[in-house]
């Protein structure tokens, strides 16, 4: 007879399981029901209808919570029990069926009885379609070795949704039993139409993606890589301002990155001095200082980051101690009238130096703040500094000459001539202690090896970098001294970052609508990642610089 409906073949599967293993149901008082109605009842399309998965699926949950004992027991292996009881009312074999009742299955097509018998109507239908199909379930799940042993290899899910088996969507059972059918339909006829997705492949070779590749150079994921800086194009990033949460500071004098924190202070002409947290995100204020009817002319940090030392076009200055917050003001000693509108502190935290009139330089001890020593050159000094080895101080003049004076010697050792200078403007040296640079008044940048100047009277200048055609008032190097930044104050957005292995600008620096204003202080972070640009205007505008993952 030709089976019309997978129903029906279920029907018959399970018809003839209860035969083998003789299961039958207690018979029950005043039952009326004959062989020929049961076997109706059996074949009938009402009983793989929903509504009876569904009171299946109640009939075994009420038996595993223990409301109820079994309504089916296997029964005595007597010919006229089996005949006279088989047929008396409905079968149903998914009800208290255990591993001792049925043993392991012995062979694969006992297997494959099994879970069809015992599996869920969305189960069902889709063994049945594979074997319709031909298709062999268990050589999807092994893979064939050299030796040609077979070993199992299991599929395991990307990621599991706790929320997947609540089926939240479907309080009644008999929709879950319908839509779990539904989804079983739609998976195969997706199969068979479009074929397995290469994603869902086990033997596929795994491509590489792109969110890798970026995870392995991206700063502070990984450690970056140590090749040289490339020149033509610089990878920056503008950030969020960093005073965007003060902007009270005015004319912007100083910028000071902490040696050690991700902290930053900045300081302007209106008295204020901000503190700020830096992470270019929100750049969060710490802290204000305020110096009624005191200009702050210049500020700069302690080299272990403890004070602050603010100077004005006044006879005393400030110093603000980080840990303890107290603030001291402390008198200028010594003959001559001079301010600490000019200063700069030595690396080793020994020295620091400040610019007096008619070209005097007065030395103090940085910790007493005690007088040392006045150095007298011949013009007046608009900007001096310290090689990172506290060995010399290097002061330009408002002339051509270049004063090197050595510290522990207590006398100049050179002087000399800045190549097409008129008149200097600002002098700096590299952390490496290789590169001095020199800024005038006409724009023109110059870059020495440090060992030619201190012996040389006219040494040729490595590199000339012309791009700025107005005084150059900052510049800085960053900390592996490939990087220097120049900037002049005169016009708008006048900021180069000058290659320095190469002796070239970066043309994609500044932008053509980056408004950063006139610039008077440029600096970099002690490791090099962000870059920090103060204007006339009032804003200390950041950046991060890519090629450099550090702090």
Sequence with gaps: ?????????????????????????????????????????VKSEDEADVKEEQQMEEDVNEDSDGNETGKFIKAPKKAEDSEGDAGNQKIDVFDN???????????????????????????????????????????????????????????SAAWEDS???????????????????????????????????????????REVDSDDEILKTVGHVVKGTSADLPKGNIELKRLKNLNRETKNEGDITAINFHPTSMVAVMAGMNGFASIVAVDGNKNEKLHTIGLKKFK?????????????????????????????????????????????????????????????????????????????????????????????????????????EVSIYHLEKRRFVNVFTDEGCVNGSFITVCPNNRYIATGNRQGIVNIYMLDNVLKEK???????????????????????????????????????????????????FPLMKAELGSVTRVQFSPGGGYLAIGSREGVVSLFRVKHYQNY
């Excluded at 279920?10 to 039958?24: D, H, M, P, T």
């Excluded at 069926?97 to 189960?123: D, H, W, Y």
């Excluded at 479907?170 to 929709?175: I, W, Y």
């Excluded at 059918?181 to 492949?201: L, Y």
Aim: aromatic share 6%.
């Design 163 to 205: 929320d997947d088996e609540k089926d939240h969507d479907f309080p009644h059972k008999g929709q879950r039993v319908e839509m779990r059918a539904t989804v079983s339909r739609r998976r195969k006829n997706f199969e068979k139409i479009v074929g397995q997705p290469k994603w869902a492949e086990l033997d596929r070779e």
């Design 458 to 508: 006219y040494p040729t200048p490595q590199k000339t970098v012309s791009n700025l055609t107005t005084s150059i008032g900052s510049m800085a190097f960053n900390v592996t001294s490939e990087l220097l930044a120049i900037a002049s104050p005169d016009v708008p957005n006048a900021v180069k970052l000058v290659h320095m292995k190469s002796g070239t600008v970066f043309r994609n």
């Design 1 to 41: 007879m030709p089976i019309e409906s997978d129903d029906e073949a279920i029907s018959q599967i399970l018809n003839s399981f209860k035969e083998e293993y003789g299961l039958v149901q207690q018979p029950s008082a005043g039952s009326g029901q004959d062989d020929s109605s049961d076997s109706e009842a």
């Design 296 to 400: 702050i002319a210049c500020c700069r940090l302690t080299p272990d980051g403890n004070e602050i030392l603010f100077g004005s076009f006044r006879k005393f200055y400030h110093v603000y101690n980080l840990i303890s917050g107290q603030s001291d003001t402390l008198q200028l000693r010594g003959e001559g009238v001079w301010t600490m509108k000019n200063f700069e502190l030595s690396k080793c935290g020994k020295y620091l130096a400040v610019t007096g009139g008619f070209g005097e330089i007065h030395l103090l001890d940085a910790r007493s703040k005690e007088l040392l020593t006045t150095i007298q050159q011949k013009h007046s000094c608009p900007s001096l500094c310290f090689t990172p080895d506290s060995k010399y101080l290097i002061a330009h003049s408002t002339d051509t």
């Design 97 to 155: 069926l255990n591993k001792q009742t049925i043993g392991k299955p012995k062979s694969k097509k006992e297997k494959e009885l099994m879970s069809l018998v015992f599996g869920g109507r969305a189960e069902l239908v889709s063994n049945l379609l594979k074997t319709s199909d031909g298709e062999d379930t268990d050589d999807d799940d092994e893979e064939e070795v050299d030796d040609g042993k077979k070993k199992k290899r299991k599929r």
